[in-house]
Each structure stands twice: as C-alpha cells, then as structure tokens.
C-alpha cells in the first residue's frame, strides 16, 4: 500500500505552461516533502512543508516554484513557467513522525517538450 | 566534494553471493542515515535505516561509523530480486531534509 499517492503520474506540457502536481498522503501527516529525479541522475531535495509552512527550500526552488495544502488534504507543487530542464520524475515524500524516516510516493515523470 | 559519496559500479554478482556497499559522507550535520532501494524508473523505497550500533535486517547489515564519516550496507545469500539501485542518504539536522548518493547499481546474475 502506497504511502502517499500522487498524480497525475505522467504529465506532458508545452515551455512556458504551468503544471500543478498532486500529493495525497494516505493519513493525517504533518511533514511533507518534494524530491526531483532528472534521468539517469540523484534525487535531489527541493522542498520540505511542516504544519502548512515551507519549513526548508533548496536552491533549486526558486520563485517558479510553489507549494501549498489547498484543503488540508491534497499537497501540490506548481511550476509557474516551465523550462526544459524541468523535465524529471516528482516524488513527493511523507515522514514518519519521530524516526525521521521518508516514505515517497510513486512519482509524477514530468516532461517539458 | 560530494555531500553522499559512493561507488556507482555497476556491481553483478551471483545469485548466493555476498555484496557490499560502501559509502561516504561530507556534511557533519548529517544526523540520520538510510539506506533506500531504487528500481527503475520508480520511486526509492526505504531499506533500512541506519544505527551508530550497526543493525540487522534479515539478510541485509548496515553499519555506521561517524568517526570515518562512513556508512556500509552487507547482502547475504543475495536473491534476484536484490537487482536494484541502492541509495545512501543522509539527513541533514536542522533541515530534515534527505541527501541522496548517486547510488550503486546492483544486479544478481542467476
């Protein structure tokens, strides 16, 4: 059983275009957490989401990114004006509280034609 | 110099065989330590984390050793289904947030 769900799971959008990625966690949690994969390289932290804040941002998330909790259920990622090299797999993560331990979803493959 | 370090192999082994992944890492802040599993084009999946003490889980071993800045995950009897990327990541304190190793590819041959 999936941690947390995630959709859509592929999305193909034109430069330029916004995109809006989806995160459900299964349970009530208060950590979230988004993570890029650009093929064939690591996993990268983009954003960390405690209690309805943006706790910690790396530099890669910059003013094209945002994120929220709309309704206090689903956790999205928006990218204002998508690039190319935005092209990657989104995995949105969800902790465990007091271990530390991450658990991600399946991912959304973002590709930016 | 690379915040999660390892050796990106690739490794083939035989299937029974043992296999061992070593990996290093820079940041001090590093508080936490895991070792995920990563299958292609899906998403990494928590193995195993990992404890000052070293810890067990089944066939695999993880140790840690923060005087070295070193972390290493042992497979024993190792499966097909052991084919895999394995990640080794770091939580940085403060931040909580997940550094991940570039990861080392795996694959048991039958």
């Known amino acids: 059983e999936p941690e947390v769900t995630q959709t859509p799971s592929h999305q193909v959008t034109q430069m330029g275009q916004e995109v809006i990625l989806r995160c459900v966690p299964i349970s009530n949690h208060l950590y979230f957490y988004w993570y890029r994969q650009i093929l064939g390289q690591k996993v990268e932290f983009l954003v960390s989401f405690y209690n309805n804040e943006i706790s910690e941002k790396s530099e890669i998330f910059d003013d094209q990114f945002s994120v929220e909790r709309p309704d206090g259920s689903n956790f999205t990622l928006k990218i204002r004006s998508t690039k190319l090299e935005d092209s990657a797999m989104y995995f949105c993560?969800?902790?465990?509280?007091?271990?530390?331990?991450?658990?991600f979803g399946p991912g959304t493959r973002l590709t930016v034609t | 110099r690379k915040e999660v370090e390892q050796d990106p192999g690739p490794f083939n082994v035989p299937e029974g065989a043992t296999v061992a992944f070593n990996c290093t890492y820079s940041n001090s802040a590093s508080q936490s330590f895991f070792w995920y599993r990563q299958d292609c084009r899906k998403e990494p999946k928590l193995l195993m984390s990992?404890?000052?003490s070293g810890n067990e889980d089944g066939r695999f071993t993880a140790q840690l050793n923060r005087a070295s800045q070193y972390i290493s995950l042992l497979i024993r009897d190792s499966k097909l289904s052991d084919s895999a990327t394995y990640l080794c990541?770091?939580?940085?304190?403060?931040?909580?947030?997940?550094?991940f190793g570039q990861g080392t590819r795996l694959t048991i041959n039958p």
């Open positions: 990992v404890y000052s």
């Open positions: 990541v770091a939580l940085i304190q403060g931040a909580q947030k997940l550094v």
């Open positions: 993560a969800r902790e465990t509280s007091g271990t530390y331990e991450q658990y």
